[in-house]
């Protein structure tokens, strides 16, 4: 199977020509990843978001005596994406290989004034609706417990603070 | 005719998120293409639990977040201040709003109905890639900053419920 066949087997490029995809494989470089191994780690720079093609990624909060599991990622999906749309920011979480694992290395770089690439205006669109979801799951449960709370409501505006 | 609202917003996104390639001019180009509307002090935007049409970016001032309580007592629960996006989620995925948006003060935005959305939503041009990549940096932000606030809150730097109730959280969302 070359590496244009293994994109065009994802959800998020289903629609993408292939001569997208392999401009899209130029833009974005290939990455082996062996088991254990920690690609992104909690406080570093965030400079590169990886889509994950084949294997399987962890996230984990390091909360000093413990790794706090926040999500795992599987191919198809997008780890890091904040280093997409913005600069100088730090890994909130720390990334490793659940077992050896194949991604393509997403940069700011990469993406260009316009999204002239149909597998990179795919990639965006996946993005939304994903975050979404997140943000949505995210709030579900604050809610849940704000409401069941016992009226303390100074707590919440520390939790949620300023934008 | 050059508009000095428009522009100090266009500049302050561009200093917020340093979007790849993306230009003051392309902005203005994206706000021309939506509706610019104020509003004035107190004036609701959007409230909890509407059907969600419209996505405002918000050009000059503050927007108040408010919560209803069990009760339906509303509780303002945090501030959005320009340049910054509101009322994506619902519009994305249909859902109903998920909190009432309350002018603090006047406020300027640009307001894209779902059907100019579904447009640039998918156009590979300018105004489209600015729209999608200014909402991905806010929600990534948001994202990001919820993660930080709940790794201190854990850490002990929080009152002691609501770290219980922060793992909760947690535990739920790690299934997700």
Redesign the interface.
Known sequence: MTEVDQLAELPIFASVPREALEHFCQLAPVLHVPAGMTIMRQGSVADLALLVVDGRLKAEIDLGNFQFPVGAFGPGEIIGERALFSQGGTRSATVTAVFASTCRMLTWGMLGPTAENAAVLAMEQYLVDVLTQRLRRTQKVIRALWRSAPGDFDDLDELLGER | MSDPIATRAAAGFLVR???????ER?LLELFGRGTRVGYEHGEIICREGDEGGDIWLVLEGTVEIR?L??NRAE???????AP?VIG??SL??G?PR?GTCVAMGTVQTVRFGSETWHIL??D???A??SL??L???S?????????????V???GQ??A??RH??R???E???R?
Do not use: C, K
């Open positions: 998120y340093s979007l790849p390639d993306l230009r392309q919560w309580d069990r509780h303002a629960v945090g501030h959005v201040h910054d994506a989620w994305v995925d859902g998920g939503q998918n590979p041009g300018i489209g890639t999608r990549r909402l991905l940096a929600m990534s932000e948001q994202l990001s900053d919820g993660n930080e606030r709940i790794r809150i854990l850490q929080g009152h419920a609501w109730a922060l909760r959280i947690l739920f969302v790690s997700g």
